[in-house]
T-cell receptor, first 115, second 108 residues
Framework: KAGVTQTPRYLIKTRGQQVTLSCSPISGHRSVSWYQQTPGQGLQFLFEYFSETQRNKGNFPGRFSGRQFSNSRSEMNVSTLELGDSALYLC??????????????FGPGTRLTVL | DAKTTQPTSMDCAEGRAANLPCNHSTISGNEYVYWYRQIHSQGPQYIIHGLKNNETNEMASLIITEDRKSSTLILPHATLRDTAVYYCIVRVTDKLIFGTGTRLQVFP
């Protein structure tokens, strides 16, 4: 079974631009979560989607948004990019709604650099 | 979600067992203990998880103390490819909260 895939793997943008990242979960998985990883803040939760609905959101500004499609694929969008948005963006999928005992599997990440 | 405390770094000789400790003294009765590892700039890799009982899979063993306030991840025969940052996480729902983890260096 194929793992979580993320595209693109690397991206370079300039300040003020917007960016869209894509995530395809493991086949059969319906929950997709997004995380941001930076050297200073470590791994931080962005949001989780299940059945096309955002179920949970981390402490990030409204410039960060996401959506999920009927096939469980997910996209996240960052508008008005800032230098501090440079990070590794990770997508993780799990079988169902994240409940105790459910396991998230991570993709390889998208490395975003903002110049 | 409960907070976890892990040593910043550890060394282990290749072929020896690597024992990575984690303290989670405020864990609740329904919170699971999860372990992930991250090899440089890759996505975190799931290793193992448990609630009360000790667990073993093809990668590692997880030993949880009876009071559930601490746990140990055991890599029985460490290899150079096990060099990574290991994260111990406790959660009940919704999301994983990663701490700073333990940087394990396996040396020849």
């Amino acid at each position: 079974k194929a793992g979580v895939t993320q595209t693109p793997r690397y991206l370079i943008k300039t300040r003020g631009q917007q960016v869209t990242l894509s995530c395809s979960p493991i086949s059969g998985h319906r929950s997709v979560s997004w995380y941001q990883q930076t050297p200073g803040q470590g791994l931080q939760f962005l949001f989780e989607y299940f059945s096309e609905t955002q179920r949970n959101k981390g402490n990030f500004p409204g410039r960060f948004s996401g959506r999920q499609f009927s096939n469980s694929r997910s996209e996240m969008n960052v508008s008005t990019l800032e230098l501090g948005d440079s990070a590794l963006y990770l997508c993780a999928s799990s079988l169902g709604v994240l409940a105790a005992g459910d396991t998230q599997y991570f993709g390889p990440g998208t490395r975003l650099t903002v110049l | 979600d409960a907070k976890t405390t892990q040593p910043t770094s550890m060394d282990c000789a290749e072929g020896r067992a690597a024992n990575l400790p984690c303290n989670h003294s405020t864990i609740s009765g329904n919170e699971y203990v999860y372990w992930y590892r991250q090899i440089h700039s890759q996505g975190p890799q799931y290793i193992i998880h448990g609630l009360k009982n000790n667990e073993t899979n093809e990668m590692a063993s997880l030993i949880i103390t009876e009071d559930r306030k601490s746990s140990t991840l055991i890599l029985p025969h460490a290899t150079l490819r096990d060099t990574a940052v290991y994260y111990c996480i406790v959660r009940v729902t919704d999301k994983l909260i990663f701490g700073t983890g333990t940087r394990l260096q396996v040396f020849p």
